[in-house]
C-alpha cells in the first residue's frame, strides 16, 4: 500500500521561506508525476506545482511562479517544495500526491495523497 508522508510545514513570517518534503514509499515513483496542492481555510484544494516523473519539466500556479520551487529526488523517493517570499495567503495545508502519468497538473490524475502539512504565514 502506497504511503505518501508530507513534513516541514510550521508556522513563518511574512517575506520567509520553508522547504516542505514529501516521503513516498509502497509504489513505484521513478517516472511518474509528483505535485503539491494547497487547501486554504474556507477554500476549495488548488493546484501549487507540479513536477515530471524525470524530474526534468516542472509546472507552476501563476500564484507560487517565482517564488516557490518543486523538486524530487527519485534515488530517495522524495519530493520537496521550497517556497520563498511566503505571503498570509500562502496559508493552508499542504498536500503532496503522486500522478498515474508521468506529468499532470489536473488533481484528478493523482491517485495516491497525503495527509498533508500545515503552513501558516502571520506576523
Known amino acids: 500500500q502506497a504511503q505518501i508522508v508530507e513534513s516541514g510545514g510550521r508556522s513563518v513570517q511574512p517575506g520567509g521561506s520553508l522547504r516542505v518534503s514529501c516521503s513516498v514509499s509502497?509504489?513505484?515513483?521513478?517516472?511518474?508525476?509528483a505535485g503539491w496542492f494547497r487547501r486554504a481555510p474556507g477554500k476549495e484544494r488548488a493546484f501549487v506545482a507540479s513536477i515530471h516523473g524525470n524530474g526534468l519539466k516542472t509546472f507552476y500556479s501563476d500564484t507560487v511562479k517565482g517564488r516557490f520551487i518543486i523538486s524530487r529526488d527519485n534515488a530517495k523517493n522524495m519530493v520537496y517544495l521550497q517556497m520563498n517570499d511566503l505571503k498570509p495567503e500562502d496559508t493552508a495545508v499542504y498536500y503532496c500526491?503522486?500522478?498515474?502519468?508521468?506529468?499532470?497538473?489536473?488533481?484528478?490524475?493523482?491517485?495516491?495523497w497525503g495527509q498533508g502539512t500545515q503552513v501558516t504565514v502571520s506576523s
Open positions: 509502497g509504489r513505484t515513483f521513478r517516472g511518474y508525476g
Open positions: 500526491a503522486v500522478s498515474r502519468t508521468s506529468f499532470s497538473i489536473h488533481s484528478t490524475d493523482y491517485s495516491h
